[in-house]
């Protein structure tokens, strides 16, 4: 790209004291690495660069949105790479914002400094590993996700030459660094050289990477990498000191721009990659173009895997948000918090350029694009469920925690995502959907039942599962946080409520258990119950005993194996609700129903001993089970010491008995 010239400012001279700044110690480490790694790909460094400029050009659009005079004279953006085989440079350009001083120092001097720290430690663990760990991601590939753009020019290059003039600006600055550990910057003296405005980087290669000044080298990465890119990249070739015709390197049309069947799925993934910075492959790929009211191209994916950030409170969404290929929003709003693991691009044609932020979330047209492109999302993810199960359950292990935000955020939708949810239940076959739940439901069974908890391991193996487990009826295994939250707000599915095992009484009397097994136990001798006033006793003696350690103490119907559970009293809080509000400091512990199965052989033993007059005995015993019906339930007694001493004398008891 020729540079033009301002007759009254080219001849201004301005004392050029160039000052030398030292990187950081982290820095002059990532740089090391990048220059003496192995890279499997290279030409990275050009991906990087072009982005960089067509960024540059992206933000200087949108300023002169307001400011058109920062543009006069020169409208029309591009991107220009010349290639000096014989000198040996490469230098990409660009008429995009520019730079300042203080932007060149910000911009080139710093790197984030806990992105370079994790650069550096995944490279490093790389290099002492070598090439045979497969699992670990090539040091290539981790560039986009640690932001060090700019400087994967030392790749190829020995030393960088940056020039930048901000746009509306009559100074232009030199920043050169040979990337060991230092760089220099300058006013430039002769306004003739710089750029009327924008970045131009002059790559001096390595006498190995030479074959990157070659131009068709470069018009084949150009095409693989950025072929995307909305500006245009035009390849200048230098030849016996001469500038040949510019050639046209890219389709300088925005991916999301043309038809479906005007993109490869190549172009869809690098596409992807360079949009989000992840380099696995989507999941899904949305899109379509909308037409009629409103008028909106989309791109959507959903990645493979689950983003670093996805948990990130600071995360605004992963939609980025163009007005007729004008950058508006970066991180616009444009799909509702469970569904910030989509990442992509909407371009309107209705929204006015000069639409702010804050004016975006009362826009009407962004408010239907809204509406619409989430119900898109929410349709493609159903088909791929109801399609693909399998490929879906791997999405679902990976964003299904944040897809069930919306069962009590998104009430407009709920009936959608309830659809759309799937569950680990009792069942043991896999994800289960609530209409596989309802249409297996058990003759007399009324509710949806649920169990939380933060143990997949602990929770399947409840005490309170075992009357469920016994008479065939499903349980949904809940043990995401969020679990205990949306369970509070919906109501229920098709009708049937949602309840949880660990609230109220079971009312498990009217569906018989279809476990043979356990109905030959109840019917055993060793599983005989206590008379019921002998029961009777025995349930207010514990209560006594324990006090206001508990809200009741009640004969159990949905304990088989288990001596004692705990549960909340009817109308209480569920007890995996309660115990996180109680860690998040929200809330207190209150007074749990202890519930006793009258057919074990340890009620049975505790009503025998208060028969005989052994209250000590059935005191210590009552204490105990209790305990266990805490520990059972992941808690800790409320006196580890009492506890430990009475189980030991429990089993010295046992032991000199059987002795």
Not at 578 to 584: G, S, W
Not at 619 to 628: C, G, P, S
Request: net charge negative; charged share 30%.
């Amino acid at each position: 790209m020729a540079a033009k010239t301002k007759t009254d400012k080219s001849n201004k001279t301005k004392p050029n004291k160039a000052e030398t700044k030292p990187f950081t110690a982290e820095v002059s480490r990532l740089l090391e690495i990048l220059v003496h790694s192995v890279y499997t790909d290279r030409e990275v460094f050009l991906r990087e660069l072009i982005s960089n400029a067509a960024d540059a050009c992206d933000r200087l659009r949108y300023e002169a949105v307001t400011d058109p005079s920062l543009t006069e004279g020169a409208e029309d953006f591009a991107i220009t790479i010349t290639a000096n085989e014989a000198a040996g440079t490469l230098t990409i350009a660009d008429n995009g914002v520019g730079m300042s001083r203080d932007e060149l120092i910000e911009n080139l001097g710093t790197i984030a400094r806990s992105g370079t720290r994790a650069f550096v430690s995944a490279t490093g663990e790389n290099e002492n590993r070598g090439e045979k760990d497969g699992d670990q991601p090539a040091p290539t590939s981790l560039i986009g996700q640690f932001g060090v753009g700019f400087y994967s020019s030392f790749i190829v290059a020995h030393e960088v030459e940056v020039i930048s003039r901000r746009a509306g600006s009559d100074e232009a600055w030199s920043w050169i660094s040979d990337g060991t550990g230092a760089y220099a910057i300058s006013a430039v003296d002769d306004l003739n050289t710089a750029p009327e405005r924008g970045t131009r980087i002059t790559l001096n290669l390595r006498e190995n990477d030479k074959k990157f000044a070659d131009p068709a080298s470069l018009a084949h990465i150009v095409r693989t990498h950025s072929d995307h890119v909305q500006f245009p990249i035009d390849i200048v070739e230098i030849k016996d000191g001469e500038a040949g015709e510019p050639t046209r390197a890219n389709a300088a049309n925005a991916l999301w721009a043309r038809a479906k069947s005007d993109v490869t799925d190549e172009q869809y993934k690098e596409f992807y990659g360079s949009l989000s910075g992840l380099f696995d492959d989507p999941a899904i790929t949305i899109h379509y173009r909308a037409e009629g009211r409103h008028e909106y191209s989309v791109l959507f994916f959903v990645p493979g895997s689950r983003p670093f950030d996805l948990f990130e409170p600071s995360r605004k969404g992963g939609v980025k948000l163009y007005v007729r290929r004008v950058l508006i929003d970066p991180e616009a709003t444009l799909l509702p918090p469970y569904l910030r693991f989509v990442r992509g691009v909407v371009d309107s044609e209705d929204m006015p350029l000069t639409i702010s932020r804050d004016m975006l979330q009362q826009n009407p047209v962004a408010d239907a694009i809204r509406s619409a492109v989430t119900k898109r999302v929410l349709t493609t993810l159903q088909k791929e469920a109801d399609k693909k199960p399998q490929s879906f359950a791997k999405l679902w292990d990976a964003f299904g925690p944040v897809i069930k935000e919306g069962l009590y955020e998104d009430y407009e939708r709920r009936d959608d995502l309830l659809e759309l949810v799937r569950f680990n239940t009792t069942k043991g076959d896999g994800l289960r959907s609530l209409k596989d739940y309802v249409a297996d439901m058990k003759e007399n069974q009324t509710a949806i039942y649920t169990l939380t908890g933060d143990d997949p391991a602990r929770i399947a193996a409840s005490p309170q599962l075992e009357g469920f487990r016994a008479r065939g009826l499903e349980v949904l295994l809940l043990t995401d946080p969020v679990d205990s939250f949306w369970t509070q707000g919906v109501m229920g599915y098709d009708g049937k409520p949602f309840r949880s095992i660990t609230q109220g009484a079971a009312d498990l009397g009217n569906i018989p258990t279809d476990d043979a097994e356990n109905s030959e136990k109840d019917k055993s001798d060793d599983n005989k119950q206590p008379e019921a006033a002998e029961l009777a006793t025995a349930l207010a003696f514990i209560k006594e005993t324990l006090g206001d350690a508990v809200a009741d103490v009640t004969a159990s119907d949905r304990l088989v194996d288990s001596p004692a559970c705990l549960v909340s009293a009817e109308g209480g809080l569920d007890r995996g609700f309660e115990k996180l509000m109680r860690e998040r400091g929200k809330g207190e512990r209150n007074a749990p129903v202890l519930e006793v199965n009258p057919g074990h052989a340890v009620v049975s033993a505790l009503s025998s001993r208060l028969g005989q007059g052994g209250k000590q005995a059935a005191a210590d015993a009552a204490r105990t089970l209790f305990d266990y019906a805490l520990i059972a339930d992941g808690e800790i007694p409320d006196d580890p010491q009492s506890f430990g001493k009475r189980l030991t004398a429990l089993l010295e008891a046992s032991l000199a008995e059987n002795a």
